[in-house]
């Protein structure tokens, strides 16, 4: 089993920053792509951000410009660095990877817990 801890979240003012990261440990023989998913209230999750092992990135239209992925594979870590936030970005913000266990080597995934992002004055 894989666990993905989350931290960065808070309450930021409008044009404000935020940078999120997402360790990954545990049964770990190569993780794979990385993600970033929000979900708001009363609203489906959606992917925010994605980077794939080689370090090739996809980002919704909604925060192309603002928001920046990124990932430090000698830590099995993935960053979020979030710019000129808006309330509209207030969501639960959740981690996913796929890897491959390293005990059997099969590609599974894991989602961390989620950490609440709130831009608001």
């Known amino acids: 089993q894989v666990q993905l801890v989350e931290s960065g979240g808070g309450l930021v003012q409008p044009g404000g920053s935020l940078r999120l990261s997402c360790a990954a440990s545990?049964?770990?023989?190569?993780?794979?792509?990385m993600e970033w998913y929000r979900q708001a209230p009363g609203k489906q999750r959606g992917l925010v951000a994605s980077?794939?092992?080689?370090?090739?990135?996809n980002y919704a239209d909604s925060v192309k410009g603002r928001f920046t992925i990124s990932r430090d594979n000698a830590k099995n870590t993935v960053y979020l660095r979030m710019n000129s936030l808006k309330p509209e970005d207030t969501a639960v913000y959740y981690c996913h990877a796929t890897y491959y266990a390293a005990s059997s080597y099969t590609r599974e995934d894991s989602w961390g817990q989620g950490t609440q992002v709130t831009v608001s004055s």
């Open positions: 545990g049964n770990i023989f190569r993780i794979g792509t």
């Open positions: 980077i794939g092992s080689g370090g090739a990135t």
